[in-house]
């Protein structure tokens, strides 16, 4: 059975750094995409970008290039978004997402990790 | 950037009625790779449409995604309790993958 488990929720203050985490198992980790899908509250699903675990490479949404960085590390299932500096703004359920293989669909989804930044 | 406009934004029917959920595209999506989802209070949004038309694993034959082009279509044949959540299109013909910005559907 596909699994994607999520990092537990995070409290920090604007300008703090934050990684959280995606494990993913029950495939072979390397030959999927995974997405990453930002929802802030009581609003809609955000297309954040994905990430190829084999190699890396990654494709970002305009509107989060440069304000996150996607990546992924193959030796224990796990991919990551992180934030250098977080602002209030990014106050908000993040969804990784296994990606269909062929397309870029997601076909799987883990639980959300809730960030909530304040001051 | 292909844009996603879904309609109605709010839809209030009763269980036994029939759905119709509009997603129009702000350009032609490549081989109607267009997908549908939803999403209940709480939880992550679950796959039910894929290529336009596909039913994902273990989704009732009551969805039915049909469309080309720019204009999509989820048909819900006869509204279960269970099926009153938020639904969103999603096109993956061309990056950036965007999200229409969903339709939720209420009892009425």
């Known amino acids: 059975e596909v699994q994607l488990v999520q990092s537990g929720a995070e409290v920090k203050k604007p300008g703090e750094s934050l990684k959280i985490s995606c494990k993913g198992s029950g495939y072979s980790f390397t030959s999927y995409w995974i997405g990453w899908v930002r929802q802030m509250p009581g609003k809609g699903l955000e297309w954040m970008g994905i990430?190829?675990?084999?190699?890396?490479?990654?494709r970002y949404s305009p509107s989060f290039q440069g304000q996150v960085t996607m990546s992924a590390d193959k030796s224990i299932s796990t991919a990551y978004l992180q934030w250098n500096s977080l602002k209030a703004s990014d106050t908000a359920m993040y969804y990784c997402a296994r990606v269909s293989s062929g397309w870029h669909y997601f076909e799987n989804w883990g639980q959300g990790t809730l960030v909530t930044v304040s001051s | 950037d292909i844009v996603l406009t879904q309609s109605p934004g709010t839809l209030s029917l009763s269980p036994g009625e029939r759905a119709t959920l509009s997603c129009r595209a702000s350009?032609?999506?490549?081989?109607?790779?267009l997908a549908w989802y939803q999403q209940k209070p709480g939880q992550a949004p679950r796959l039910l449409i894929y290529?336009?038309?596909y039913r994902a694993t273990g989704i009732p034959d009551r969805f039915f995604g049909s469309g080309s082009g720019t204009d999509f279509t989820l048909t819900i044949s006869r509204l279960e309790p269970e099926d009153f959540a938020v639904y969103y299109c999603q096109q993956y013909g061309s990056s950036p993958y965007a999200f229409g910005q969903g339709t939720k559907l209420e009892i009425k």
């Open positions: 290529g336009a038309s």
């Open positions: 350009q032609s999506v490549s081989s109607s790779y």
């Open positions: 990430i190829y675990p084999g190699d890396s490479e990654t």
